[in-house]
């Protein structure tokens, strides 16, 4: 696919309620600006979307992880937002599991699947990717997202694709359920 531009974002959280951390919170969201071949258009077949994502998923999930640097990837999310002559359709066929695998593969590996949200939008446009921990979703301290704005996309004809990460869980998590200590890893649940 013809990528336009790439955007990278870092929100990098050192301490929260006056409590510093050990351990910043880092998350990364790295968002490729694609071409929309349908734009305009009704197509049946979107598979043609589907397989160009592991491409631009290779791309952006490589960005990201190096963004994370020198942390490792414990949570994960994805996104996408099409522009206004495309169908909302149009942006979740770029993020199936052919996308979603080539996250995983990069972050090193995940059990659970991935959160996502998907709308249509122009430029300026905003969107809310929610993270949640790569092995098991029920770990409830690594519920959280990033929040991005694209001052220059979508255009029209354009989807922009989005590939977040996320290296520990909120700061200050206290609100019970299942820790990532406890993870069993058999069917990314628990």
Same mark, same amino acid.
């Given at each position: 696919m013809q990528v336009r531009k790439i955007l990278t974002f870092v929100d990098e959280s050192r301490s929260e309620a006056g409590q510093l951390a050990q351990t910043p919170l880092r998350k990364v969201?790295?968002?490729?600006?694609?071409?929309? *071949? @349908? =734009?305009g258009k009704f197509?049946?077949?979107?598979?043609?979307l589907v397989e160009a994502s592991a491409a631009v998923g290779r791309e952006v999930s490589a960005i990201a992880c190096d963004l994370m640097? *020198? @942390? =490792?990837?414990?949570?994960y999310g994805k996104g996408a937002i099409v522009g206004l002559a495309g169908e909302q359709e149009h942006a979740v066929a770029m993020l199936t599991?052919?996308?979603?695998?080539?996250?995983?593969d990069?972050?090193?590996?995940?059990?659970?699947?991935?959160?996502?949200m998907t709308k249509r939008g122009g430029p300026g446009a905003s969107i809310d990717i929610p993270l949640a921990h790569k092995d098991a979703l029920y770990v409830r301290s690594h519920y959280d997202g990033i929040s991005l704005t694209l001052p220059d996309a979508p255009l029209p004809d354009e989807i922009a694709v989005i590939c977040a990460y996320a290296n520990r869980?909120?700061?200050n998590s206290r609100v019970g359920g299942l820790s990532k200590d406890e993870i069993k890893g058999i069917d990314g649940l628990v």
């Open positions: 969201a790295v968002v490729a600006v694609v071409k929309n *071949p @349908f =734009a197509e049946l077949d979107l598979s043609a640097r *020198p @942390f =490792a990837v414990e949570s599991t052919v996308f979603g695998n080539v996250l995983r990069a972050a090193g590996g995940g059990k659970a699947w991935i959160s996502s869980d909120r700061l």
